[in-house]
T-cell receptor, first 115, second 114 residues
């Protein structure tokens, strides 16, 4: 079946640095990828939608300059958390889709801790 | 706008009890997709079921069953004879047939005690 590889699974970084999270569709081409953020014991909040070759569309309240999304190819989308601060610590998870009727494939998630 | 409501934040049952997790959704799309996912402590989302808006047929898979009622905009999930391994957070999600966006409900934490 469809597989999405997300790396890294865990990352600890210092406050003020930037962190890049990669999401790759391994055996299919994803026209659209979604990025979610999840706080402890909370729901998955949609951050942005990225389509290959075009700018990401961010949900209301999400800082696009803080969370840079690039979808350079049909198999790779990246989320860069810029100038990270402790409040950016969270669980980030990506999802890739070609046709919603066929379902969404999720990465395994990245647990970011900013110290 | 799309919305998914899981009114039950936490449910605790004793093993072998049946339990139903509620999900109510809102959408203006005529075509949409409903999902249930399980999230164990590791964080990965485990896909359980997908239902298209034009297919109201209920489904049973082992101890799991789903009841899709368009008239009440509900997509409830029942676990029969619950087991300790069923303990997890369960999310109901709604996918737009128009934008493709998938949004999640608040999640229900199920604890099954031995």
């Amino acid at each position: 079946g469809a597989v999405v590889s997300q790396h890294p699974s865990r990352v600890i970084c210092k406050s003020g640095t930037s962190v890049k999270i990669e999401c790759r569709s391994l055996d299919f081409q994803a026209t659209t990828m979604f990025w979610y953020r999840q706080f402890p014991k909370k729901s998955l909040m949609l951050m942005a939608t990225s389509n290959e070759g075009s700018k990401a569309t961010y949900e209301q309240g999400v800082e696009k300059d803080k969370f840079l999304i690039n979808h350079a190819s049909l198999t790779l989308s990246t989320l860069t958390v810029t100038s990270a601060h402790p409040e950016d610590s969270s669980f980030y998870i990506c999802s890739a889709v070609t046709d919603p009727a066929e379902g969404y494939t999720f990465g395994s998630g990245t647990r970011l801790t900013v110290v | 706008a799309q919305k998914v409501t899981q009114a039950q934040t936490e449910i605790s049952v004793v093993e072998k009890e049946d339990v139903t997790l509620d999900c109510v959704y809102e959408t203006r799309d005529t075509t949409y997709y409903l999902f249930w996912y399980k999230q164990p402590p590791s964080g990965e989302l485990v896909f359980l079921i997908r239902r298209n808006s034009f297919d109201e047929q209920n489904e049973i898979s082992g101890r799991y069953s789903w009841n899709f009622q368009k008239s009440t905009s509900s997509f409830n999930f029942t676990i029969t004879a619950s087991q300790v391994v069923d303990s997890a957070v369960y999310f109901c999600a709604l996918g737009s047939g128009n934008t493709g966006k998938l949004i999640f409900g608040q999640g229900t934490t199920l604890q099954v005690k031995p």
